[in-house]
């Protein structure tokens, strides 16, 4: 008698119900799995019957669909739904399965039966068919699709497409380029072109003379003037067209000096103080035999810039600062650490593995040294230079954290951008090679851009009501730098952007109308990726900023930003950075009283023997309530410098917490912050002295659409609760994000530590280490 053998599950088995037609008992056609494609892109291999996996217990939650490799993306496509959506936000650009090829850092193919692995680079061989894929994101997503019921050959070139893709040899192979040339074909070029889309956004690009008036004047800058010798990027290839520099600088002296500064960076001016004291920054000097006389020709020339004729004061950064190689080291560690390594099961054990990684302590070291600059700035009433062999990585940081921490309008959200765009995009820092785009020289990547992030959120998160924008801004900032279709995150300084667009324009004999260049929209836009009411999520419901209101005994006021006039008295001084953020004793903010007297009993009964005029500045500021429209310095204890959730572990399935975390409170302010704003909306519709005039115009305020918040004022019958969507990863999920081996899924540690066979996950889930 023969046993029946049971029959292999396939894809049917995995297939719905049929759907009919209830009345008239008829199949219904199943709609075709088809890419949402943007302008340019074109589908360059794909595969069906392809597993995603999204549960953590089981496969029953996992999507049937298609996967697909464009010239831009890896695309998921499937009739299901994702089990308990999370977010009501929706990317313009990607679907919610969609990974952008730049976005990529690994592409890692199995084969579970020949317990085979290999990691998939450009032009490479696979002698096996993979029977998984897992995607590594450098958004710190790990994404794993099966291919049970695929075509072995067809799932084997999916794989070799996504790398290959992946690996673009020629910048403008990045999608970008496909993506405006094709919107120029077929118009002449002014709808997508130059001013129009540029500007709309009123974020200065600081690409045109008229712009870098603007910020002097803002400033107070008066003895600086517009440098135009780079124009057509003359003499240096990596310094924007147009900069500032001191006026009793002649043009031909500059041209003079540039040949003794590496890559031709002569010294340019960044931000001024009310006080007259100016920020600048420039590249080491080469010339040895020149060096002295240089210096001081340059020094000479800010000094006269100074109403007091302060002196100016050098910074060496590459001596005072981490290299970009043990930044990049320190970044991939914590990597590792929160979101491939399993969580520890003591708190303390996982907190101190974070600390080991390095990171929080750059952060921290980048905050002291920024609040250093502004003690001698405020304090000091002198000039700063800040020099970096290269001056297009730590200059970059350090800049920004300077002006961010001195003046509030680089703390709004226009201001914020204008200050990245200026400091970091046309300054030349090298986004291309530091993001790794073309993925050909690991040794140069780092993610000086993220470190400087990080160094926001700690000031946000110490002064959240300082700040026009959100952490979920600063997220979905970096979050665009793997989106290649934005200019500002693509090239490694304006001359190369510039380049490759002409060179591109001609290859492909593109029309452009009257400008004659064509154009990349940059990552300001941003209705390039999110709807008005997504935008609403950048706004901050606690700023106290231009423009921000509040509630004060009963009356509706608007703060106003501190007047240049009167800056210098209002801005106090900065956090002992030589103190590493260590306040006496006497402080009147309450979170730091009990820990100095635990780090420092005896801190206080020293100041008055050797307590140093900048710790003296520095306590004097502590002393007081921080002004959020004044000067900001973080506090710099290990308590202060946290690890930014958000970002780190927002796709992390055991770190996300349901209708809880910071989303919480963002949600319950910002309704009622929108009733604070409807309220005013109503008084304004009335007519006439008294408060019975009738109103003029619909009594609830602006439309839905036009709201600053996201989440706006429920009605009196609505019961208030915390939407189930919500979570401490919100408006991110971490739905169908690869977990630990633990829970579900490959062991990814077992991989990265050159495990010699690869099982299958179903075997690795119940092995122990």
Known sequence: MFSVKPLKPTFKSYLPPVQTDVKKNIPLPIKKLEAKLLPGEIVVNEVNFVRKCISAESSQDDLWGKLICTNFKVSFISHDALPKQRSQVSHLLLGEHDIPLTCLEQVVTVNDTKGKKKVLSSNQKLKFNPTELILYCKDFRIIRFCFDEAGPESAKKVCLAIAHYSHPADPQLLFGFEYRGRQYHGSSGEQSNGT????????????????????????????????????????????????????SLADQDLKQYSDSFTDKRIPMWCWNHPNGSALVRMASITDQLQQRKIDQRICTGITKSHPQRSDVLRSDLDKALPNIQEIQSAFVKVRQICVIDPFEESEEKWLSSIESSQWLEYVRVFLKHSAEIVYLLEGKNASVILQEEGDRDLNCVVSSLVQLMLDPHYRSLIGFQSLV?????????????????????????????????????QMMNQYPAAFEF?????????????????????????????????????????????????????????????????????????????????VQNGTVKTFRRTKHKTYSSTLRGVPSALRNGLKDGHDTLTRRNSLLAQLRPDFSQMREVVESPSE??????????????????????????TLWRLYFLRWVPEACILKGGPVTAYQKLSQLVDEIEMLQSKLRQYKGPTPASTPISSPSGPPSDQRRMYFQARTPDETPATPEYLSSSFPFTPVGNLCRRNVHGTPISKFLNGAKIWLSTETLANETL
């Open 196 to 247: 129009t889309l540029g500007r709309g956004f009123q974020t200065p690009l600081f690409d045109r003379p008229s712009e870098w008036d603007r910020e002097i004047k803002r400033t107070g800058a008066a003895e600086w003037r517009v440098c135009s010798i780079n124009e057509g990027y003359a003499i240096s290839p990596s310094l924007p067209e147009y900069f500032v520099v001191p006026v």
């Open 470 to 550: 959100t952490e979920t801004y600063l997220t979905v900032l970096s979050d665009s730098m793997w989106i290649p279709v934005f200019s500002t995150f693509l090239f490694n300084c304006p001359q190369q952007h510039a380049e490759h667009l002409m060179d591109f324009t001609k290859s492909k004999r593109i029309p452009l109308g009257e400008e004659k260049v064509l154009h990349f929209p940059p990552v300001w836009d941003w209705s390039q990726q999110f709807s008005l009411k997504d935008q609403t999520l950048f706004n901050n419901p606690m700023y106290v900023g231009k423009g921000a209101s509040c």
């Open 616 to 641: 003296r500045f520095f306590r004097d500021w502590f002393s007081r309530p921080a002004d959020q429209k004044g000067l900001l310095i973080p506090q710099l204890l290990p308590s202060h410098v």
């Open 421 to 457: 765009q200026k400091e970091w995009v046309m300054a030349g820092h090298r986004f291309l090679d530091r993001c790794n785009h073309l993925k050909k020289n690991d040794k140069e990547e780092s993610p000086l851009f993220m470190l400087f992030l990080d160094c926001v959120w």
